[in-house]
């Protein structure tokens, strides 16, 4: 028998209105959940109810959040046969991506959700949010950390949010949905890890100095020059299309490679959604490969954050992080 638990961390989903916009409302959330006839409907599987304290708007969110959420599956994860996780979207992509790492040998789903309006609201996106997310767990055919909304089942580390008005509010720019719900839910089998898992267990993560640096035109690099030679671990570097950058003007590439010999490892990433870095395409990119900078590949700026938390918090050796960063660790990448 199928058996869920369902996790509230915070998020608009179960906000009430206070005088200063909405706010997490524990008691209120609690009662709303336990009164939903159809989270008890004949066909669902069973679920307990936990909740994080305190309640966060996910924008308030950050390394120890991710933890104690892991922790907490782990905790139980011999419990349940699946978990859902109640989460604002705001940061829900970053969440999302974390959790797959840290948890490894996952053989359960884990399946974020929230929504764009409260519950309390009647036309809040919540309900079908939360009892759809109920029946993937409960069935349990997606064993990975997947991001439910709006109707579409997207793999956890491949999500980025897209909207924040529209009730569909993640895309996954650079991988096939997992499964789309209308009438009935269809699973997307090919896209969905179907590996054999190892032994699960829980990695939390250190609190990594790491940092995102987006280019622009006309961006001032040696602005950025203590920060990236001498304080931040991982780097994601948001580049143009295909991993191209603005004319340094000799500045940035003796920048990275002084990064680098401090240590640190620079991720090269696109600000278009939609891409694979390609640091060979052109001349205006391959000078990152020779400063010492690996290929983000297809990841979501979240998913290469996520991914250098966990591989600085596992590895002491940055050639073998460099080496990981291109590689495919939990679906999170395609290699080029
Ligand atoms: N600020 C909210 C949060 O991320 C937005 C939401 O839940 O949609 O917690």
């Known amino acids: ?40 409907a004949k066909g669902m599987p069973e679920w307990d109810f936990m909740e994080t304290d305190p309640l966060l708007d996910s924008s308030r969110m950050s390394v120890a959040e991710w933890n ?17 996780i109640l989460h604002g979207t705001d940061t829900m992509a970053y969440t999302a991506s974390a959790l797959s790492f840290m948890l490894k040998g996952l053989d359960k789903p884990v399946i974020l959700t929230g929504s764009q309006i409260p519950l309390c609201e009647t036309r809040s ?29 997207l793999r956890g580390n491949r999500a980025t949010k897209f909207s924040a008005d529209g009730m569909q509010a993640f ?17 997307n089998m090919a ?38 030679c001498h304080t931040l671990k991982g780097i994601v570097l948001e580049t143009f ?39 060979h395409a052109y001349e205006a990119g391959s000078v990152l490969r020779e400063a010492g900078a690996v290929s983000g590949c297809d990841m979501t700026s979240e998913a290469a954050v996520a991914k250098l938390y966990y591989l600085f918090s596992t590895c002491r050796d940055t050639a ?10 939990r679906g999170e990448l395609h290699e080029n």
Do not use: W
């Open 171 to 187: 895309i996954s720019p650079n991988y096939p949905d997992l499964a789309t719900a209308g009438i009935a839910i269809r699973y």
């Open 125 to 153: 996106d919540g309900r079908d949010n939360l009892i759809t997310s109920l029946i993937i767990a409960g069935e349990a055919k997606v064993r990975e950390v997947c991001i439910y909304f709006g109707g579409h089942l």
């Open 320 to 329: 073998e992080i460099k080496q990981y960063m291109e590689k495919n660790i």
């Open 68 to 84: 104690s959420i892991g922790s907490l599956i782990a905790g139980h994860y011999n419990d349940y046969s699946g978990f859902v």
């Open 1 to 40: 028998m199928a058996k869920v638990l369902i996790l509230h961390t915070g998020g608009t989903i179960g906000m009430t209105a206070t005088e200063n916009g909405y706010q997490p409302d524990g008691e209120y959330f609690r009662r709303a959940i336990h009164h939903m006839d159809s989270l008890k």
């Open 191 to 228: 896209a969905i890890d179907n590996e054999e898992k190892g032994e699960f267990s829980c990695r939390p993560f250190e609190n990594i100095p790491i940092g995102i640096l987006k280019v622009f035109p006309g961006i001032q690099f040696s602005l950025f020059a203590k920060l990236v």
């Open 241 to 279: 299309g295909s991993g191209n950058l603005p004319d340094d003007e000799g500045i940035l590439l003796p920048m990275l490679k002084e990064a680098e010999k401090n240590g640190a490892v620079v991720t090269v990433c696109s600000q278009c959604p939609q891409a694979t870095v390609n640091m």
